[in-house]
C-alpha cells in the first residue's frame, strides 16, 4: 500500500488540489448561483422565454452548447461533493438548473421540495436580502 502511495504521489496531489478547488469554488459559486434565482423559478412550466430562436439562431445554439456544459461540469462536481467535502445536493440542483432533458421540471420541483434543501436555499437568500422561493404543493419531510 505504501509502495502504490509512492508511486502515485503526483496523482494523490492532482487529486487533493482539485478536491479543495471545487470544494472552495462550491461554497462561492453555488450561494452566488442560488440567490440569483427569480422567486418564481419553480412555478412555471417554461422557465425561460426563448428570446433568441427568431434573430440569432447560431448564436442560440452556441449558447444552449455553453450552457448544457456548465451543467454537465456542475453535476460531475455536485456528484463528487457527495463524497469528498463540498454542498453535493446543492450543486447538483444547480447544475439541473443549466442542463436541458426530458422531465427535468419534475426531477427539480422534487429535489427543491426536500425540506433540508428548501431550507437551506431560502437561509442563503435571506442572507442576501432576497425572497424565498415559491413553489407549489406543500414541502417533504425526507
Known amino acids: 500500500m505504501f509502495d502504490w502511495i509512492h508511486a502515485h504521489n503526483v496523482l494523490l496531489a492532482w487529486l487533493f488540489t482539485a478536491s479543495v478547488l471545487v470544494f472552495i469554488g462550491s461554497l462561492i459559486a453555488v450561494p452566488w448561483l442560488i440567490v440569483r434565482v427569480p422567486a418564481d423559478f419553480f412555478l412555471h412550466r417554461q422557465h425561460y422565454v426563448d428570446r433568441w430562436r427568431p434573430r440569432h439562431p447560431f448564436l442560440r445554439i452556441a449558447l444552449l452548447a455553453i450552457k448544457n456544459f456548465l451543467g454537465v461540469v456542475l453535476l460531475l462536481a455536485g456528484l463528487v461533493m457527495l463524497i469528498v467535502p463540498g454542498q453535493g445536493i446543492l450543486t447538483i440542483l444547480v447544475s439541473l438548473m443549466f442542463l436541458d432533458f426530458p422531465g427535468k421540471l419534475a426531477l427539480e420541483q422534487q429535489l427543491i421540495r426536500l425540506r433540508p434543501v428548501i431550507r437551506t436555499i431560502n ?20
Open 123 to 142: 437561509w442563503m437568500r435571506s442572507k442576501a436580502n432576497r425572497p424565498p422561493l415559491e413553489m407549489l404543493g406543500p414541502t417533504s419531510d425526507s
